[in-house]
């Protein structure tokens, strides 16, 4: 079964500091692993899809990386910002579970201004 | 924004009668996926669609069933309602496995 994990579970920094959040997954055999960013009561906004075959992918502000075969993932945001304060979650698709998603439950994001 | 619309976006029901929450999508996506959200379990697969009359259990899939009759519309019955199914409901679509997935704006179901 694929199990995702994703460290810290919350954190708090001041406007500008340069951060990552962790997402690791069990089951290396992935198709893509995908970040988003949840505003409390919101849906889930998609930020970056990263494929198995990629190593990052970048937005902006924000990069992700990928080292599958360690089944680590890192989201790296730069110049942080308060409006950055969200709910990020990492979902990875492929290997035991198929065309599913599964989800870590998320690191929960304070900018400080 | 992708083109996902969930109904109802709040219900309030009692324990034992069935909800149908529907999920709507105008992107022909071939995916279609109900998770529900709770705290302290993050996101949890409840059934998804691979095409129209194809779909497949989740982790969380006692208590509920779906149907997509045509591509747009992926419906979520729960049976019979419990309080333990007071969530937030989730619908997600994605064009293939390949591709990102979007995720509409969510229903809070209260089952009282």
């Known amino acids: 079964k694929q199990e995702v994990t994703q460290i810290p579970a919350a954190l708090s920094v001041p406007e500008g500091e340069n951060l990552v959040l962790n997402c690791s997954f069990t089951?290396?055999?992935?198709?893509?692993l995908q970040w988003f960013r949840q505003d409390p009561g919101k849906g889930l906004t998609s930020l970056l899809l990263i494929q198995s075959s990629q190593r990052e992918q970048t937005s902006g502000r924000l990069n992700a990386s990928l080292d599958k075969s360690s089944g680590r993932s890192t989201l790296y945001i730069a110049a942080s910002q308060p409006g950055d304060s969200a709910t990020y979650l990492c979902?990875?698709?492929?290997?035991?579970?198929?065309?599913?998603?599964?989800f870590g439950e998320g690191t929960q994001l304070t900018v400080n201004p | 924004d992708a083109g996902i619309t969930q109904s109802p976006r709040h219900k309030v029901t009692e324990t034992g009668t069935p909800v149908t929450l529907r999920c709507h999508q105008t992107e022909n996506h071939r995916y279609m996926y109900w998770y529900r959200q709770d705290p302290g379990h993050g996101l949890r697969l409840i059934h998804y669609?691979?095409?129209?009359?194809?779909?497949d259990k989740g982790e969380v899939s006692d208590g509920y069933s779906v149907s997509r009759s045509k591509t747009e519309d992926f419906l979520l019955t729960l049976e019979s309602a419990t309080s333990s199914q007071t969530s937030v409901y989730f619908c997600?679509?994605?064009?293939?496995?390949?591709?990102?997935?979007?995720f509409g704006q969510g229903t809070r179901l209260t089952v009282v």
């Open positions: 997600a679509i994605s064009e293939g496995t390949g591709t990102e997935a979007f």
């Open positions: 979902a990875v698709r492929g290997g035991w579970g198929g065309s599913r998603l599964t």
């Open positions: 089951d290396s055999a992935i198709y893509n």
């Open positions: 669609s691979y095409g129209v009359k194809d779909t």
